[in-house]
């Protein structure tokens, strides 16, 4: 057989990046080509505040499904629900985990798995703010988030949601144990950039960014998001 020429190897190496930025952007839900807003919550939406949001230009929801209390979040499916109804593009969840709980990382995921069950959702983004909620040491906080990323990645794709600040002082500076997985970080500046951005725990670039904290849409209280 010929050797292939360089126009066509050039045209299979394309095709073959471009077949493999769809799988990502399948598996993760959401994609960077074009800027896209949405919201994070915490409460009950109803599928008329859903419109609303939708009608004020945001296109993805990222619903609690389980509570730093250690208990699924029993609105989580009606919520889901609500935002497929009413034409929302993207929904995902998010776990806050409790690893002061008696329960362990796997049962919690198994919890929220549980209570999601028949829910139309996406990826689960693992919530990790809050050093209060967790251990004493940043090796017994290490375990416990390999745990929760080991039981969440056998259901579905899974993100992180965190901040340098939060990162390391849960984990300490140099645990890189999340950064295979995309990160959403937290950065309250009002601006829908990731200008701000500096690279953290083995991540040299976000997949999405809170920008706006504990803001009043449609009458529903709201996180503003931004990729």
């Excluded at 190496?13 to 074009?34: K, L, V």
């Excluded at 290490?142 to 990645?153: E, N, V």
């Excluded at 950065?187 to 809170?210: C, T, V």
Aim: proline share 4%.
């Amino acid at each position: 057989m010929a050797a292939p020429s360089r126009l066509l190897l050039l045209l299979l190496t394309i095709g073959f990046e471009r077949a493999m930025a769809h799988d990502f952007q399948s598996n993760i839900t959401h994609s960077s080509a074009n800027s896209t807003y949405g919201v994070d919550i915490s409460s009950p939406i109803s599928e008329t505040t859903f419109s609303c949001l939708i009608g004020d230009g945001f296109t993805f929801a990222i619903v609690r499904a389980y509570e730093s209390s250690g208990t699924p979040d029993k609105n989580a499916p009606a919520t889901i629900a609500n935002a497929r109804a009413a034409g929302m593009k993207y929904v995902d969840v998010y776990l806050f985990p409790c690893p002061k709980c008696s329960k362990t990382a796997s049962q919690q995921v198994e919890e929220m798995m549980q209570s999601l069950k028949g829910s139309d959702y996406g990826m689960v983004w693992l919530d990790i703010e809050g050093s209060e909620y967790w251990l004493g040491s940043t090796s017994a906080n290490q375990q416990f988030f390999k745990d929760l990323l080991t039981a969440a990645q056998a259901h579905k794709c899974v993100g992180v949601y965190s901040s340098e600040s939060q990162w390391s002082e849960i984990f300490g500076d140099s645990f890189t144990g999340g950064s295979s997985r995309p990160l959403w970080y937290a950065h309250y500046d009002n601006s829908a950039s990731f200008s701000d951005f500096k690279p953290f725990a083995g991540w040299s670039k976000p997949a999405m960014k809170q920008y706006v904290g504990d803001a009043t849409v449609c009458g529903a209280d709201v996180d503003k998001n931004w990729y």
